[in-house]
């Protein structure tokens, strides 16, 4: 009963900056149900979470990218978004967002999620 679809991904040099979106094709009333979280996967890794906002609005964060990363929602709830600073080329990975129905907090494995965005790319170069 949700669709995700990511957009936003690209090429950029090191400390450059991308915003991905997720859009939800959701009613905000069904969407705000659910934890929101970006995944990335890179080859020769396992797909990590990035980033994950739950029901009070708090946030929880990768080390790796902590700092440099926020996510956040639109005030309709059917948008959520990466805004990705200073990006390094290990960021250089394909990004996902996911859902999930709500819990609190939201779930941090990636088993946990069954709604999954087809991803975006995300190349950072030296």
């Known amino acids: 009963r949700v669709q995700l679809e990511e957009s936003g991904g690209g090429s950029v040099q090191s400390g450059g900056s991308l915003r991905l979106s997720c859009v939800a094709s959701v009613s905000s009333y069904t969407y705000n149900q659910f934890c929101l979280a970006w995944f990335r996967h890179s080859p020769g890794k396992e797909r990590e979470g990035v980033a994950f906002i739950h029901a009070d609005g708090t946030t929880t964060y990768a080390d790796a990218v902590k700092d440099r990363f926020t996510i956040s929602k639109d005030g309709t709830g059917d948008t959520v978004y990466l805004q990705m600073n200073n990006l390094r080329p290990e960021d250089t990975a394909q990004y996902y967002c996911?859902?999930?129905?709500?819990?609190?907090?939201?779930?941090?494995?990636?088993?946990?999620?069954?709604?999954w965005g087809q991803g975006t790319q995300v190349t950072v170069s030296s």
């Open positions: 996911a859902a999930e129905s709500i819990v609190y907090p939201c779930p941090l494995p990636v088993y946990e999620y069954n709604y």
